[in-house]
């Protein structure tokens, strides 16, 4: 069951009873629903009459659980919202989105009871009445005994993972953003399930999130893990490989240093190429291979990934030296998972579903977002939408002119049959849309209508280049409203080189330049008219040293530098970036590249002075990093040289009461931004100036 509070609904419409709930093995469910029952207990002793616990509510969009069900001493209705938590401004965004929801087909008043003091009453004008009934034996409760006990374990998810932001996990690359960048959360292996920790158990536990994931890969080492050979042929060339399955935990293994250098061995290689596609599957292979036999190889982990035979993770391929990530190589999953969305469906397969993008114009001066849909089978029309609907929010979702409305269309040729499925469908990229949203910043909804016989046809207005655009990206990941019952661990199989032999030819001529680079990522060698960094850098009247390798992807590589002794990137400051480009070739483009990819890392931006372009911006942001939240500023310059362009960015912590205040005050960021421009200025474009050129000095 989902560890949100109020709970999800079930699939059946149901709610989750209170007494299930209290013997969940999730500690915060734990609290909540025993914190219901003991404040439904003293409301009825103050004149309250209870109707029901958990009562589930379905409407057109909504989909909620109301707590608690009354009768106000005043005779009114009333929808008891209980709270067993300290109030967070998440929390509070929480309240107001159920009450939205609670609106679509209610009218009874709000009632929080809250176990801790409530905020002021303006927080959520919505409210009509804030109760405050403790519950003084929740207040140091500590995490069940057997939570304690059990050995904690790592569990990568795909990207799209939405469980994250209330788990203890990070990325499992923390030094390149990507949108095939897996996660590492940390939890307890059940005989059915996995239970992940929630973060406010951490604390709860006196622990930290550090200490865990040592203790989980710890765990990990432990368990039987092999490498198997399972060398296939391309095109009359070996392919090297190797392979690790059977196990629930084989793709984590890529965290195991010395199992990744016994793999490194075997095949007598300087580094290794490694794909985790699924649960239970990790394929390696070494680097420096003919360019269409590398390619080969990452193809296979991108079409692994896609079929999803078990829970997909990445489709990308990790350089691995040493036993240690230091790359991530996306194109050629990006070629593969385009070239098979764009393939037509068969002639003589007439159940295969109709799924295209279309972009309107609407009155307010902005496009909104169509996903036209239609087939015979429903379970295939489904897993389409969800497709479609990650790949159009990919295409579609930083671009300045899209509303963040995007309407699924049911075209009339989908017969009822086949339309069973699309409200739970519909339901689950609701909340990816939710998590996508961010407080302050742009939403994302989600619509749905279904087309009759005699409905018109979708608006006509179509925003060129656009329409009618296929959807290329790769499906979101499927995140279950209760812990997933896990699925029984295939046999280990061997791949079949015919799995790769459909690669077509255009995408294959893309990809082999991806694969070249690859070697590039396995063994730290940068070539080309790649810039050679220096080991350290003048900065702010010191020294900085090299943090990480340079990496290169492309025609863009980059490198950071941090304070000696200070390799951290979490907590390193200051730090200092350089990126320089020759695909992104004038200040501004690279600019703006660089902003795309830090998207991804899915930080909050509360102030950036460069939303309008130009050549220079500061930025304060918070995000979270391994250990915490990290609140910072950056200042980012960027020149333009011969056929090149660099960026320079300076990295500092900002007071998290000085980021707090700022939030709040008009012009704090901008005082902030002009003391930091005045110590950092010179350097920066000391540092971009040179860059840009023949490299730094």
Known sequence: MSSRWPTD???????????????????????????????????????????????????????????ISA?????????????????TPERLTDLRTWIGDLREA?????IVASRVPPPEPGAVPEVARWLHVPFDEMKSAPPPAALAREPV?????ERQWVGRDKTACRVLWEKQASAYMPWIGLGYDRPHTFAFINLEDVAAMNTTELALEAEAIANLRARPAEW????????????????????????????????????????????????????????????????????????????????????????????????????????VADAVLSAKADEAPAADDPDAP????????????????????????????????????????????????????????????????????????????????ADLSKPGGRLYRVSVVY?????????????????????????????????????????????????????????????????IALWYFATGRVGGSSPRFPGSIAFDAGTLDRAVPAWTRRGTSGIVYTPQGEQNLATASPQVGVIVSTDYSSDGKLLAWIREQSQLANHIRSYDSGKNGGSETCVAAAGDVAGGKRTYMTLQVCRTGTGRAACVESDELLDLDLYKQCRVTDGCFEEECDRRWTLRRGDLERLATLAAGPGIR
């Not at 307010?364 to 996903?371: K, S, Y």
């Open 451 to 515: 087309q009759q016989d005699e409905s018109p046809a979708p608006p006509p207005v179509v925003a060129p280049p656009v329409a009618k655009a296929p959807i290329t990206r790769p499906p979101a990941a499927k995140a279950p409203a209760r812990p997933a019952v896990r699925p029984p661990v295939p046999a280990p199989e061997p791949p079949a080189a015919g799995r790769i032999t459909w690669l077509p030819r255009v995408m294959l001529i893309a990809a082999v330049l991806a694969a």
């Open 153 to 157: 374990m790592p569990s990568l998810k």
């Open 354 to 433: 109709y799924v295209t993008g279309l972009v309107v114009k609407n009155d307010r001066g902005t496009e909104d977002v169509l996903l036209m849909a239609g087939g015979q089978d429903g379970k295939r029309l489904a897993k389409a939408i969800e497709d479609g609907f990650m790949g159009l929010m990919q295409k579609h979702g930083t671009r300045q002119d899209f509303s963040g409305h995007l309407q699924v269309v049911v075209l009339k040729m989908t017969p009822p049959s086949a339309r069973e499925l699309i409200p739970k469908t519909i339901e689950h990229i609701r909340g990816i849309a």
């Open 228 to 331: 198997i050979r399972a060398d296939i042929d391309v095109q009359g060339q070996k392919l090297p490989l190797l392979t690790c399955s059977g196990d629930y935990f084989s793709a984590e293994h890529i965290l195991d240093v010395p199992f990744m250098l016994r793999g490194q061995q075997m095949l007598k290689a300087p580094g290794l190429l490694v794909g985790v596609p699924r649960r239970s599957v990790m394929l390696a292979t070494r680097p420096g291979l003919d360019a269409r036999v590398s390619t080969a190889f990452a193809a296979l982990v991108a079409d692994a990934f896609r079929r999803q035979e078990t829970a997909p993770i990445s489709p990308a391929v990790f350089a691995v030296k040493d036993g240690e990530i230091v790359g991530i190589v996306e194109e």
């Open 71 to 87: 009768t106000t001493p005043a005779g009114q209705k009333a929808a008891i919202y209980t709270q067993s938590e300290e109030w």
């Open 9 to 67: 609904l079930e699939p059946d419409g149901t709610a989750p009873v209170s007494i299930m709930l209290m013997g969940s093995d999730d500690a915060h469910l734990t609290r909540q629903a025993m914190y219901q029952v003991v404040a439904g207990a003293r409301l009825k002793d103050t004149g309250f009459q209870i109707a029901a616990f958990q009562v589930p509510l379905v409407g057109r969009m909504a989909r909620i659980t109301i707590p």
């Open 106 to 110: 209610s009218d009874a008043d709000v």
